[in-house]
């Protein structure tokens, strides 16, 4: 399980907010992509118990932690930023673009000549002001980027469980918008929703 050493030795070198950040969606064929980025006040941040990389966490265990981090961004024991990009802007821009577009709504929110932010190697950086360090699985090894990939993961599937109640058929609920194999037949069946990624491959086949 993981705790916030890296960020509290960088904490004791350097007075700059430290900033963990990680997006969820980027493969999905449906729904939209979520980014999401955490800052912890490390004088009264309780550390959070049972923090990995999401994946490796079951769903109630993700929502414990979610829960968790709503109660101490209430009490300013740290601040959560998200950021979104919907399906359809994907469709039109691609998602290269759709992802750097997230990214710089989010570094917006910071102080960039302040700030220090820990990314997952998989975030491309294209700004020179931009004070950061990259982590090759970053969020099975970072504890505040961890906590920015849970965040976001249980956002973005508590999204595509409420478009299942209006878009029955495609299983939404338990794919949240990955290709699944009745997520596929669905496609082919019902067609394509304005929740569906017209740039991906599996529903630009259909078109």
Wanted: aromatic residues 8%; charged residues 20%.
């Amino acid at each position: 399980m993981l705790a916030p050493r890296f960020e509290l030795e960088l904490n004791s070198q350097d007075h700059k907010k430290i900033v963990g950040i990680d997006e969820v969606g980027r493969g999905s064929i449906a729904g939209p992509l979520l980014m999401a980025a955490v800052s912890i006040n490390f004088s009264t941040h309780i550390k959070i118990s049972g923090v990995k990389d999401s994946k490796l966490l079951s769903r109630k265990k993700r929502e414990l932690i979610h829960s968790k981090l709503l109660v101490e961004s209430f009490s300013n024991s740290l601040k959560i930023t998200t950021a979104k990009r919907s399906a359809q802007f994907i469709s039109k821009y691609g998602l290269a673009a759709s992802l750097q577009s997230v990214f710089n709504e989010l570094i917006s929110h910071y102080d960039l000549a302040k700030t220090i932010f820990l990314l997952d190697a998989g975030i491309k950086v294209r700004n020179s002001k931009l004070i950061y360090q990259q982590f090759i699985h970053g969020d099975n090894k970072i504890y505040s980027i961890a906590l920015a990939a849970i965040y976001a993961k249980v956002e973005r599937d508590n999204y595509m469980r409420k478009l299942a109640l209006t878009n029955p058929g495609y299983s939404f609920e338990t794919n949240v918008g990955y290709g699944t194999k009745t997520h596929l037949k669905a496609l082919k069946n019902q067609g394509i929703t304005i929740y569906h990624r017209t740039c991906f491959k599996p529903v630009s086949v259909l078109l």
